[in-house]
């Protein structure tokens, strides 16, 4: 029977542990350096840990634990209901709201209306705007039109059917290129929101900028103006961020200029497309030069125009510039975020640098996404280093990140490029029981459906 300090209860030994041994014997409540939800995920696995606090969970921790398990809906909804039946915590709408959005991920919907049964069950909590905007979106991503819009008749139950779950559906169907459903949607049911044209117009037209159809896009800017739909603020925005994505930049300054003759007060947003436009028709002076037009006009930069600012420094290669933009962010008190070192990752091409400027990310409080991970094992792996490939791969997993398909898939190539077969498989095998897609690899024993295909008309 191995040792338990009494501050630990050893009664409920059953769960297998997701960390190393150790841990069961360190007070890790006296650890500042470990994070809320790496607590919550440490007592999860360990039941023996048994602290004075460990019934008393914080709100975040458990809603920022959930999250960690967007990869995982099995866990996450396990995670959910462990926490309430075992250390009867009272879940808030966040924590109901996470789960249900990690369920949409995966399109257990059912699941997901469940949890929604439940917190309308639990008063005071219940379902709020966010909730069903979660539903509209896994939907939407689905591409489960009519069940998003019978979400939106359901709404009704709730006392929710309103303008605002209106406008998040209209926002879900076209953030997930579902435009001409939306749009539809808008001519059918638009009269019961007429005072809010402009704002359905702008979201239809941000749908038509993600689909990126140009000319729909210049077709529907006229038809505002024919239907006598005042422009606002984030129209202009819009417009001119689709000019830049269009491959026509230099035209951003003709409708800047407008925005000025009308006297519509000028944002950080409308500037930070601006900076972004002149960038790249002009170069990063251009781009510096708006930057501190902006702000003799008392209009404060924030991380987005850091970041726009950075991103043109450094496809110009000018690194050392882009650092002292960097250094400006801290002390502006305008905190750095995963975008800001994305943009330094993808041009930097010294290992050495990379993972220190990663240490000093983390250390920073800035938490790297998934896509961070996997760009950083794909550009190393490309190299053929694969010694900092298992130090993001350990650091990831010390950060709480469920390893997603793009994450193994990384590691494999990496793997298979330095002829470690053997290792390969092995992920490759744990991948698969996670129920994540693997890509087809020879160096492994499968083959692309295309190949067998060929080898059979052989």
Known sequence: MPFFPPLFSNRFRSSPSLVSPRLTFLNFHNYPSTTPEFRAKTLESNPSIKTPDSVDFDPSTVAETISSYANDWKRAL????????????????????????????????????????????????????????????????????????????????????????????????????????????????????????????????????????????????????????????????????????????????R??????????????????TVINAVGLSDGADESIRVFREMMEFGCQPNVVTYNTVIKILCREGRIRQAYVFLEQMHNKGVPPNVITYHCFFRCLDRPKEIMKLFERM????????????????????????????????????????SPDGFAYNALID??????????????????LAKGLSAKPRRELGTKVLSDESDDECR
């Open 78 to 253: 396990d995670f959910f209901n462990w926490v309430e039946k075992d250390h009867r915590f009272e879940h808030t709408v966040d924590t109901y709201n996470r789960t249900i959005d990690v369920l949409g991920k995966f399109f257990e919907f059912d699941l997901a209306w469940g949890l929604i049964g439940r917190m309308q069950e639990r008063q005071p909590i219940s379902p709020d705007h966010t909730t069903f905007r979660i539903m509209f979106k896994r939907y939407a991503s689905a591409h489960l039109i009519k069940e998003a819009v019978d979400t939106y008749d359901r709404t009704a139950d709730y006392g929710l059917k309103d303008k605002t779950s209106f406008f998040n559906l209209i926002d879900a169907l076209c953030e997930y290129r579902h435009v001409i459903e939306a749009d539809e949607l808008c001519k059918k049911m638009g009269s019961e929101f007429s005072a809010e044209h402009t704002k359905m117009c702008n979201i239809i037209l941000r749908g038509w900028f993600k689909m990126g159809w140009w000319s729909k896009c210049r077709e529907f800017w006229e038809e505002m103006d024919r239907m006598g739909i005042a422009r606002d603020l984030h129209s202009y925005s819009i417009y001119m961020d689709i000019q830049c994505k269009s491959g026509k930049p230099w035209r951003v300054d």
């Open 255 to 272: 409708f800047y200029k407008e925005m000025k003759k009308k006297g519509i007060p000028l944002d950080v947003v409308v500037y930070n």
């Open 362 to 401: 983390v250390k920073d409080g800035c938490r790297p996404r998934m896509e961070t991970y996997v760009m950083l094992i794909k550009k190393f792996g490309r190299w053929g280093f694969l010694r900092p490939v298992f130090i993001v791969w350990d650091r990831m997993k010390e950060h709480g990140c």
């Open 414 to 431: 990496a793997l298979v490029q330095k002829g470690m077969v053997e290792m390969a498989r092995k992920y490759d095998e744990e991948m």
